[in-house]
């Protein structure tokens, strides 16, 4: 569950944290409780799993990482989490799930992968195949980014 | 942007370890053997020039009480624009990519309730006339999202 107080401080740090000597005092003041129970209650929902990771969202393109691939699975009900787990420890994977699939589309195994340009982005993907020893997999480059923004929660 | 030395140490500390203190930026110059206006500096060139997205928390969405899930929908060409300009007007939507394929408008959408997804996705038809969409929601998680180490250069 989350409460009120840990609700007003998703709003405020989805805002950025503030380039102020003291950013949290900064924070805390327009929240109106002291700069140490801000700091304390960030750590506790950072220890529960509320807040993922406490730091900087990157653009992966300016790093270097300028291809990514989505690269969808077909994988035999029985063996998803030895594909997972497997797949998971390869550090070009920044993204692993299992999805539902609907209609005509069977692909069950989602991964995010990041490389210097497109070729990497197969031949990791052709290495991937090789160690699983999955065959049946989609290679989908995006063609365009039509929208790519953090989540803003609780704003209503 | 062209990434200095400072730079790159930088982000690879605060992409996990932003320091909970009371002058985290004073901290991060301690540790790296310079002072926290080269910090804040530094910094503010990174977040202008859009290297750093954003400076705070990164959240657990389920966690927060919300819902996700992937859809795709094959949209012809000639209404690619209309779908995009639907499809992006929804808050709840944070990516929406072009892919290669017979599907190919790929959107993630999260909610705080389950049953808003197909009231979206009816929505979206509506104002596309595209009766296919199709939702894939997560059923396991194996890994998301790991930090980008720079050491490499």
Known sequence: ????????????????????????????GKIGISEEKLIDTIKDMRSRGLIRRFGAAVRHQDLGFTANAMIAWKVPAGEVDRAGGLFSEN?????????????????????????????????????MSRISGLSEYLVLF??????????????? | MELG?????????????????AEPYKNLA????????????????????GT???????FDSRRLGYTGTLCAMNVPQEKVALAASVVNSFP???????????????FTLLVQDKGEISRVTKEIS????????????????????????LTEG
Not at chain 1, 142 to 156: C, H, I, N, V
Not at chain 2, 5 to 21: A, G, K, V
Not at chain 2, 92 to 100: E, P
Request: proline content about 4%; overall charge negative.
């Open chain 2, 52 to 58: 750093i997205r954003r400076l705070g928390g990164i």
């Open chain 1, 91 to 127: 550090p070009a994977v920044s993204h692993c799930y299992e999805r539902s699939t609907a209609g005509s589309w069977q692909y069950n195994l989602f991964t995010m992968v990041h490389g210097k340009n497109p070729g990497e982005c197969q031949a990791i993907a052709g290495e």
């Open chain 2, 5 to 21: 030395n400072l730079d790159r140490e930088l982000l690879n500390i605060i992409q996990s370890d932003f320091p909970l203190t």
């Open chain 1, 1 to 28: 569950m989350i409460t009120d107080l840990e609700k007003q401080i998703v709003r405020a740090l989805q805002e950025g944290l503030p380039l102020v000597s003291r950013p949290y005092r900064a924070i805390a």
């Open chain 2, 126 to 149: 509506n104002r596309t006339g595209i009766d296919e969409i199709i939702s894939l929601p997560a059923v396991k998680l194996f890994k998301i999202r790991v930090n980008f180490d």
């Open chain 1, 142 to 156: 995006s063609t365009g980014e039509l929208k790519k923004e953090s989540m803003r929660y609780f704003t209503e």
């Open chain 2, 92 to 106: 709840g939507v944070t990516h929406n990519y072009l892919r290669d394929h017979d599907y190919n408008m790929w």
């Open chain 2, 30 to 49: 301690e540790s790296l053997g310079t002072s926290e206006e080269e910090v804040l500096a530094s910094l503010k060139r990174l977040i202008e020039a």
